[in-house]
């Protein structure tokens, strides 16, 4: 049976930390089976129940979350002008959660967050080579040109080798779906300038096997299916 000191219990199934778990065993906020419990080294059994000032207290397992991020959130844990994509999230989910894959403030779409680290590094490793599948709006109809460029793989300025061969969907003269299986710095405004167009939008819809779910409106979100976590391997 998994056995887990209380303070440790109390600062992973609460937003408190350690040291603040501690205060909160001495001051009797804390009960263990419906007793309230002031030694912090005490060992928990899986079984037992644990309450914070009377709210339950249960360990969460690893976290998988999709979220539709809108215009104008960055892609990050902190930031000190902008909103962050943690902060569309309650509080209560955001701890230890990490972005597997980030987007640039001005891109919107599907963004994914997780608290196994093994499972996001095969999203972002370039060995895995996980696919990504933007929507892009451009400023000019794209032409087949640029098309058998962008499948064959372009080079990038100031790259070294060119990137690897893209898949391209055509769904309006200036809208198309890009499939890519790379990461690098604004990838994709990047490759359409080497063709000669421009982004206007970027909107991403899939990695891996997952897809963004199209209920999720802006800022929206939800915990990833069993299935979606099994589609990234």
Same mark, same amino acid.
């Given at each position: 049976?998994?056995?887990?000191?209380?303070? $440790?219990?109390?600062?992973?199934?609460?937003?408190?930390?350690?040291?603040?778990?501690?205060?909160?065993?001495?001051?009797?906020?804390?009960?263990?089976?419906?007793?309230?419990?002031?030694?912090?080294?005490?060992?928990?059994?899986?079984?037992?129940?644990?309450?914070?000032?009377?709210?339950?207290?249960?360990?969460?397992?690893? $976290?998988?979350?999709?979220?539709?991020?809108?215009?104008?959130?960055?892609?990050?844990?902190?930031?000190?002008?902008?909103?962050?994509?943690?902060?569309?999230?309650?509080?209560?989910?955001?701890?230890?959660?990490?972005?597997?894959?980030?987007?640039?403030?001005?891109?919107?779409?599907?963004?994914?967050?997780?608290?196994? *680290?093994?499972?996001?590094?095969?999203?972002?490793?370039?060995?895995?080579?996980? $696919?990504?599948?933007?929507?892009?709006?451009?400023?000019?109809?794209?032409?087949?040109?640029?098309?058998? %460029?962008?499948?064959? *793989?372009?080079?990038?300025?100031?790259?070294?080798?060119?990137?690897?061969?893209?898949?391209?969907?055509?769904?309006?003269?200036?809208?198309?779906?890009?499939?890519?299986?790379? *990461?690098?710095?604004?990838?994709?405004?990047?490759?359409?300038? %080497?063709?000669?167009?421009?982004?206007?939008?970027?909107?991403?819809?899939?990695?891996? $096997?997952?897809?963004?779910?199209?209920?999720?409106?802006?800022?929206?979100?939800?915990?990833?299916?069993?299935?979606?976590?099994?589609?990234?391997?």
């Amino acid at each position: 049976m998994t056995m887990t000191r209380l303070d $440790q219990f109390i600062s992973l199934s609460t937003p408190l930390s350690r040291k603040e778990a501690r205060r909160a065993i001495h001051a009797s906020r804390v009960q263990v089976d419906g007793e309230a419990c002031k030694k912090t080294h005490i060992k928990i059994p899986e079984t037992a129940s644990v309450t914070l000032d009377g709210q339950p207290c249960t360990i969460l397992g690893p $976290q998988y979350l999709m979220l539709n991020k809108p215009v104008g959130v960055v892609s990050a844990t902190r930031d000190s002008e902008h909103p962050t994509a943690l902060d569309l999230l309650p509080q209560e989910l955001t701890r230890d959660l990490h972005i597997a894959g980030r987007l640039d403030i001005d891109t919107t779409g599907l963004l994914l967050f997780t608290t196994d *680290g093994q499972w996001s590094h095969r999203i972002t490793s370039p060995r895995v080579e996980c $696919q990504k599948t933007y929507r892009v709006t451009l400023s000019e109809p794209i032409e087949q040109p640029a098309i058998s %460029a962008l499948e064959s *793989g372009v080079e990038l300025r100031n790259e070294s080798k060119p990137i690897r061969p893209a898949g391209i969907t055509v769904l309006e003269p200036k809208v198309i779906e890009l499939t890519i299986s790379e *990461g690098r710095y604004h990838q994709v405004k990047r490759m359409l300038a %080497a063709v000669g167009n421009h982004v206007e939008a970027l909107h991403r819809i899939r990695i891996g $096997q997952i897809t963004l779910d199209p209920t999720l409106g802006p800022g929206e979100y939800r915990p990833l299916t069993q299935a979606e976590i099994d589609g990234v391997s």
